[in-house]
């Protein structure tokens, strides 16, 4: 779908009755609903289960649940090395900026 057209529908639909919709989905337990549910986003962002403690994504009590599922901790090392940032999320990192050290006592 057109971009221009997929913002121009959102601003025809209403909001409220939107988000009400999305909260029913996101907190939705029915088996029927979840397999279409996270099937589809599995499949669109690519997820790999495997790296989820509970890697059945049907064991999810619902959409919220398995959007923050656990990891298994030996496959997301955190850092420990000196001088280094850790951001331990899924995602890229889009800006950056140079980051100078300054003692607060100066």
């Not at 649940?65 to 000196?82: M, N, Y």
Request: aromatic share 16%.
């Amino acid at each position: 779908m057109n971009n221009k057209l997929f913002i121009g529908l959102q601003y025809l639909l209403p909001t409220h009755l939107l988000s009400r919709f999305i909260g029913f989905a996101i907190r939705c337990e029915w088996s029927f609903f979840k397999k279409a549910l996270f099937g589809w986003y599995i499949k669109k962002y690519n997820i790999d289960m495997s790296l989820a403690q509970e890697e059945d994504p049907l064991a999810y009590a619902n959409f919220n649940d398995f959007f923050t599922r656990a990891l298994k901790p030996e496959r997301r090392p955190i850092c420990s090395e000196a001088n280094s940032i850790a951001c331990p999320v899924d995602g890229n990192v889009s800006q950056r900026h140079d980051l100078h050290y300054r003692n607060s006592a100066s």
